[in-house]
């Protein structure tokens, strides 16, 4: 669960900079969607890994 959160910390953290960038103009709102997009399916893939990892540990420990 720590590992879920951290990642989810990181694209929070992403995001509140992104939104910053355009409030500031530095970049566009299309870009904003797009980038806040490829961090969510970021997010997604490596919280699958994370869930992967302990699924495999969680059956080795209890073939064990």
């Not at 509140?16 to 970021?42: H, P, R, T, V, W």
Request: no cysteine.
């Amino acid at each position: 669960e720590d590992g879920r959160v951290s990642v989810r910390n990181l694209r929070h953290e992403l995001n509140n900079k992104l939104k910053a960038a355009k409030e500031k103009g530095e970049i566009a709102e299309d870009d904003l969607k797009k980038l806040n997009a490829q961090s969510q399916k970021m997010t997604d893939i490596y919280i699958a890994k994370l869930d992967e990892g302990l699924a495999g540990k969680e059956k080795e420990i209890r073939t064990v």
